[in-house]
T-cell receptor, first 114, second 107 residues
Framework: NAGVMQNPRHLVRRRGQEARLRCSPM?????VYWYRQLPEEGLKFMVY????????ESGMPKERFSAEFPKEGPSILRIQQVVRGDSAAYFC????????????FGNGTRLTVT | RKEVEQDPGPFNVPEGATVAFNCTYS??????FFWYRQDCRKEPKLLMS???SGNEDGRFTAQLNRASQYISLLIRDSKLSDSATYLC????????FGSGTKLNVKP
């Protein structure tokens, strides 16, 4: 059973370009969460999605960031017009239905904005 | 008050030592908790789930104190490979992780 798959592992973008980060949840998982982590800091929640629905995006910056989890295919975190401050590790996690279901994390995408 | 609070550490202990750290939570509705470990620049990995008063898995014991709203993680016979940051998260709001407690096990 494959785990949570994220790609790319590393992404380099110049200021002003777009970054697209992909996350395929574990088989049987219908909930996806995105987190951002700066060096030496904790995980910061960004958005929580179920298939075709954004459930909670309270941690997402209001501009330039968007997320989707379509009926078919991976969840996408999209950052438009990237700035140097967007450089971070972005982790995706998935879980089954149910409040007692733990999160399982992908190995992250390291975004570097030059 | 933050959803989850943890002592950032670092806890520096020799191999073989027993070490414990706590995680306090603010939402009394939380029914279960998860401990994760995160190695430097890697993804968090699930260590233990705590559904009732506690859980034990080998050298690791987690205990839940609902009255005081904290969970603890006890590690016995520390190994060098236990060096990591330990994160807790309540099930009620899986979005918010504690900032983690850093553990350094020294030879």
């Amino acid at each position: 059973n494959a785990g949570v798959m994220q790609n790319p592992r590393h992404l380099v973008r110049r200021r002003g370009q777009e970054a697209r980060l992909r996350c395929s949840p574990m088989k049987g998982h219908s909930h996806v969460y995105w987190y951002r982590q700066l060096p030496e800091e904790g995980l910061k929640f960004m958005v929580y999605l179920q298939k075709e629905n954004i459930i909670d995006e309270s941690g997402m910056p209001k501009e330039r960031f968007s997320a989707e989890f379509p009926k078919e295919g991976p969840s996408i975190l999209r950052i438009q017009q990237v700035v140097r401050g967007d450089s971070a590790a972005y982790f995706c996690a998935s879980s089954r239905e149910g409040v007692n279901s733990p999160l399982h994390f992908g190995n992250g995408t390291r975004l570097t904005v030059t | 008050r933050k959803e989850v609070e943890q002592d950032p550490g670092p806890f520096n202990v020799p191999e073989g030592a027993t070490v414990a750290f706590n995680c306090t939570y603010s939402n009394s509705a939380s029914q279960s908790f998860f401990w994760y470990r995160q190695d430097c620049r890697k993804e968090p990995k699930l260590l233990m789930s705590v559904y009732s008063s506690g859980n034990e898995d080998g050298r690791f014991t987690a205990q839940l104190n609902r009255a005081s709203q904290y969970i603890s993680l006890l590690i016995r016979d520390s190994k060098l490979s236990d060096s990591a940051t330990y994160l807790c998260v309540p099930n009620f709001n899986k979005f918010y992780f504690g900032s983690g407690t850093k553990l350094n096990v020294k030879p």
